[in-house]
C-alpha cells in the first residue's frame, strides 16, 4: 500500500524546507521526492542545486532514460556535452531573464522554464543563482547501479579537480 498523500503540493514552504536541508548538506544539494519508492515510474522530484553544487556529467544509456527539468525558482544552466566531453550547448534556465552574466559555453541568451533532454546524452546542471529549485522527472525504476553512466572525462564529485572544472563550466 502505497503511504504517500494522494495529493503532494508543491509549495513555498516544501521548497524553503528542502532549500534549508541543501544548506546543511555537504553536497550542496538536495532531493525531495514525490514518488513512494525505487520501483515508482515515473520518478519525480524536487532538485535544489546551491551554487557551487557540482554534477558530474551523466547519461542515461543503459537503460535509456530521458530526463527532464523544469526551473521553479532561481537560474540553473544545462551543459549538453559530446562524447569527448566538449561543451555542445548551454542552456539558461529559469523565469525571466538571467540578470548575471552568461557562461561563455551558453548557446543563446534565451532563457528557457526548463529542458527535457532525450537518453544518452551527456549532460550536467549547475545553479547559476544562489539557489536554484528543479522540478525533476525521469523514467523509473532507480538502480543505483545502472542509473547514471559518469563521464570518465569529468573529475568525480567531491575531487580536487571538481571546484576548477565546474567553475572553468560557469565562466
Known sequence: MDSRPSVQLI???LIDAVVAQAQ???RRRKNYNFHAGDEDNPQRFLNVFL???????HRHLTPP??????VLRGHAVAFVFDDNGAVISGHILGQGAFP???PSHVTDGTVARGIDLRPGLWHCVAALSPVAVCY???P???DPA???EFAQWAPEEGSAGAVQYLATLLR
Open 51 to 57: 551554487h557551487g553544487s557540482y554534477v558530474r556529467p
Open 140 to 142: 523509473g525504476p532507480w
Open 11 to 13: 509549495s513555498e514552504e
Open 100 to 102: 548575471g552574466h552568461a
Open 136 to 138: 525533476e522527472v525521469k
Open 146 to 148: 545502472t542509473d547514471k
Open 65 to 70: 532514460k530521458a530526463e527532464s527539468f523544469l
Open 24 to 26: 546543511e548538506s555537504t
